[in-house]
């Protein structure tokens, strides 16, 4: 099967499934789809454990044909992160840059090495062993809080105006940062083209300095061309070549493309529409944008359901997903606190701003995409298995119950 044709076979079963949450099961979009999803994998994977159907022969067809991480990082993140970023206000986040630098950097890095470190000395108690790296480079991939699935749910979580920053602030950046982390922990395995300390500083320089640069650049350029018209349908068609070709250009040159696209987002989000559109184009980029946003969202979800094929049911992989899942938790709620003493003496979120934060910084595609991302064998297996526990739990508890818990804790 061909990308149309996979393309096809995706967005029809997501909208079937999207109409069948609508109509029947009534969770929030995002979170009924991918329930209903991993439905649709669980009922394969049993029809291929029974003989009936099996996977492996049609896995050329559709189902296994799909790159999920390449799909994800290549292609629909770059407008998932834009649109995300043409909504948050550039006042806002600039009032609360250190506590988002410091939970979108330090934040991910310290929370890599504890997750890593813990991970590799339980992991023997499962019946299994895990090369150090590769313990790392899972603290690395679970750490960052998906700025997909948070965008997803901050919407209807109600949270207050300081909060809802940081928590969008962080969840746009740390991707970037912990993708850098991530691609320096692989180049120290066999897969890897990066070794030393030099090279590492010099790949994290290149990725988060050369894509905000970039972004920068960009944006200026698009912001440039909006001025000089006003005709909306060209207008959304700039910002559409913005995102495609700008995501792009950053994977050739080796720069953050997460990163840059945030950035982008932000300058015509807030100083383009400011100064460069008028109110009928707001409203129609505003529209379109936001259609884009809800439709790969949930086909993202979709995918994150029947990823889970990929799974490996191995009694001692499933027990370390689940003993994961606290100590991931722990983790971030570690490192928030830390992270917030540090910036203590200019920004003051509450008493229950790390419990806030640590609920509500749900991990989501981009850690699944990245697990995906990693050279085959038994210890990339594991993580798969030990990555989708902890997704799972992340989007379906925390985010049927952020609401809740954010209205308890902000009294």
Not at 172 to 183: K, M, P, R, S, Y
Not at 226 to 237: A, G
Request: negative net charge; contains cysteine.
């Amino acid at each position: 099967m061909g990308l149309l044709q996979i393309s096809a076979v995706v967005v029809s079963l997501a909208a079937l499934l999207a109409f069948f949450n609508y109509r029947v099961v009534g969770l929030p979009t995002t979170i009924g789809v991918m329930l209903l999803s991993l439905v649709v994998s669980a009922a394969l994977v049993a029809a291929d454990f029974f003989g009936l159907w099996s996977i492996r022969e049609h896995a050329d067809s559709w189902l296994l044909g799909i790159d999920f991480n390449r799909t994800l990082m290549d292609g629909m993140l770059s407008f998932l992160l834009f649109a995300g970023a043409l909504q948050v206000n550039l006042g806002d986040l600039l009032k609360h840059r250190f506590s988002i630098g410091v939970l979108a950097s330090v934040g991910v890095v310290l929370s890599t090495a504890i997750i890593g470190g813990v991970t590799y000395f339980l992991v023997p108690f499962f019946g299994f062993e895990l090369p150090l790296v590769f313990c790392l480079l899972f603290g690395a991939l679970i750490s960052p809080t998906d700025p997909i699935a948070v965008l997803a749910l901050l919407k209807r979580a109600g949270v207050s105006k300081e909060l809802e920053t940081n928590i969008t602030g962080e969840s746009l950046f740390n991707d970037g940062v912990a993708v850098v982390v991530f691609l320096a922990l692989l180049g120290l395995t066999d897969a890897g083209h990066v070794s030393g300390t030099g090279a590492i500083a010099l790949l994290f320089v290149q990725e988060v300095a050369g894509g905000a640069v970039l972004g920068l650049a960009l944006g200026g350029l698009a912001f440039w061309m909006l001025r000089q018209m006003d005709d909306h349908q060209v207008e959304i068609l700039v910002t559409l070549a913005l995102v495609l070709g700008g995501y792009q250009l950053a994977l050739s040159l080796h720069a953050s493309g997460p990163i840059a696209m945030v950035v982008a987002g932000l300058l015509i989000g807030n100083h383009g529409r400011l100064f460069a559109m008028s109110e009928t184009t707001r409203e129609h980029l505003d529209i379109f944008w936001e259609i884009i946003d809800e439709i790969l969202n949930t086909v993202l979800f979709v995918m994150i359901g029947l990823e889970m094929i990929h799974i490996t049911l191995d009694g001692g992989y499933l027990v370390a997903g689940l003993l994961a899942i606290p100590l991931v938790l722990v983790t971030r709620y570690g490192c928030v606190s830390v992270a917030l003493q540090l910036v203590r003496p200019w920004h003051r979120l509450g008493d229950n701003a790390s419990a806030l934060l640590t609920w509500a910084g749900l991990r989501g595609g981009i850690s699944v995409a990245l697990a995906l991302a990693l050279p085959a064998g038994e210890p990339r297996d594991a993580i798969i298995t030990i990555t989708y526990c902890v997704v799972l739990f992340s989007i379906v508890v925390q985010g049927l119950t952020v609401g809740r818990v954010i209205g308890r804790l902000s009294r």
